[in-house]
């Protein structure tokens, strides 16, 4: 019986059956790497955990002063969820013309600018406060709009979706 064992069909240990084993074991590492760094990245992006919650409190219209009806809007943003958020866009059907979402710029001579943005982040467990020294959002007023006038608006989030809300006309200084 010996013989037999130590016969040609025996299996030895060669230099390529090592490489070949080898090799065979590499795609799965390689692949839960890949995987791993992937998930990394998910979770550091703040993608992970539960989802955003946004909430939309406090809107506020300013009333445009004189004839001038170029205006703003304020919304307080809160987002208790476990992922970051971003409010993409802005719109009303009570309102005619372009809505924007703009930033406020201080210039050395201490004028200020409105700057158009795309969309606005919305940190996870944290917020965002609309003011006129920071975020709102440009609109033209309806002539019939007066102080205690409500405005309804739908702001639209990445993973929030829409939400509706009312936006009272306040004058500028106003707590409404």
């Known amino acids: 019986m010996a013989d037999r064992a130590a016969g040609p069909t025996a299996w030895r ?7 070949d084993g080898l090799l065979a074991a590499l795609a799965p590492i390689a692949a839960c790497a890949v995987a ?4 990394t990245t998910w979770v550091g992006s703040g993608n992970a955990g539960s989802p955003a919650r946004v909430a939309v409190t406090d809107g506020q ?4 002063y004189g ?16 992922a970051d958020d971003r409010l993409l866009k802005v719109t009303s059907s009570a309102v005619g013309g372009d809505m924007t979402l703009s930033r406020h710029r201080m210039t050395n001579g ?17 917020g965002l406060e609309m003011s006129p020294f920071g975020l709102d ?6 002539p019939e709009w007066r102080t205690g006038t409500y405005v309804p608006f739908t702001l639209h989030f990445e993973r929030g979706g829409r ?9 500028p200084g106003e707590n409404g």
């Open 61 to 64: 219209v300013f009333l445009p």
């Open 13 to 19: 240990p060669t230099r390529r059956r090592i490489t």
């Open 110 to 126: 201490r004028a200020a600018y409105a700057q158009t943005v795309d969309s606005a982040r919305v940190p996870a467990g944290g």
């Open 137 to 142: 959002v440009t609109l033209r007023a309806e």
């Open 163 to 171: 939400i509706e809300v009312r936006a009272k006309v306040v004058r």
């Open 36 to 39: 791993l760094g992937g998930l």
């Open 67 to 82: 004839d001038v009806r170029d205006t703003a809007a304020f919304f307080r943003i809160t987002n208790t969820g476990g």
